[in-house]
């Protein structure tokens, strides 16, 4: 069984790569819930869906968030009634969060009612939120401290971040599923998703950093990072603000301690060096997954990858 962290978009393909590739069951997929929010009464956990409609082959191709073909007659209506709607949700996305909210409200955790969802879509992977208790990313901006939809979405991700924080992540712990998941994983794969905003609140969750170090598993990285810049999204221009190399170099240097690979593109590969004296083993390969056949080949390099790391060490002991 492999367990993979992820945030949404970047997170959602190559996870999508790994749920092709392994037999059914074998993947536990660790999501960031520091970007959910709740918007007419609904709970929306973006990432959580992200995850949950790629897999379920739903997801809409052009955004990568939403579903595919999904109409936005109900926004329009809310519109009407001078409610905000830059936040943008179609028609059968409300559902998932009115199914989602109903059962939250009937007392389930976020935990449970995301299993729920996902039997539902036939998916036979296990989406698992990094914790169930409630956790809001807020930014400190340029323009104040903004909440992170309100940055992201309606703000277009432009403000220069000085600062970040995961409000409500000192009361959350690990959930048992994640826990044992960490536990029984045969490897342990950061995909490639924004190291700040998406697996930082994953990281950040008191305790699991600390269960992914301890496990003698083989732990790998994909960069979000190629040539420099984000594929999408603000993910480079964070890393410079807060100070960081922006660059895979810089990725991996937040994830040292933690893993002993990292993946970065062939368009990266003066990098490897420097990456290897962080301690970790460095694959070079291409990275940017344009079709559903470049996630599943992606995959299937990061597993050889895995593997390969295991040998290395068993034959040392
Ligand atoms: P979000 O929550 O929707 O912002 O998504 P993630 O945090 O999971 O992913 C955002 C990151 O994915 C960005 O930094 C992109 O550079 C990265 N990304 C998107 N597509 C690809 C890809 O095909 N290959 C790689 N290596 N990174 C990607
Ligand atoms: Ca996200």
Known sequence: MIVALAGGVGGAKLADGLYRTLPAGQLRVVV??????????????????????????????????GIAGDTFEALAM????????????????????????????????????????????????????????????RLLT????????????????????IGVEFHGIAAARPTSAVQNAV?????????????????????????LRDLLIQRAVPKVGVSPIVGGRALRGPADRMLGSLGHEISAYGVAKLYQGILDGFVIDEA???????????????????????????????AMRVLDFCTQLRQESSSRL
């Open 32 to 65: 960031n819930t520091a970007d959910d929010l709740d918007l007419f009464g609904l709970r929306i956990c973006p990432d959580v869906d992200t995850v949950m409609y790629t897999l379920a082959g739903l997801a809409n191709p052009e955004t990568g968030w």
């Open 268 to 298: 990266d590969a003066r990098l490897a060096g420097r990456i290897e004296s962080l301690g970790m083993h460095v694959l070079v390969t291409p990275t940017i997954m344009t079709t559903t056949g470049d996630r599943a080949d992606l």
């Open 142 to 161: 340029g323009a104040g401290s903004l909440e992170f939809q309100d940055y992201f979405v309606r703000r277009h991700h432009e403000d220069l971040v």
């Open 183 to 207: 536990s029984r994983a045969e490897a342990i794969i950061f995909c490639p998703s924004n190291p700040i905003v998406s697996i930082g609140p994953i990281l950040a969750v008191p305790g």
């Open 78 to 137: 809310l519109s009407r009634y001078e409610r905000d709607v830059w936040f943008k949700v179609g028609d059968r996305d409300f559902a998932t969060h009115i199914a989602r909210t109903d059962r939250l409200r009937a007392g389930l955790s976020l935990t449970a009612v995301t299993s729920e969802l996902c039997r539902a879509l036939g998916i036979q992977a296990e989406i698992l939120p990094m914790a169930d208790e409630p956790i809001a990313t």
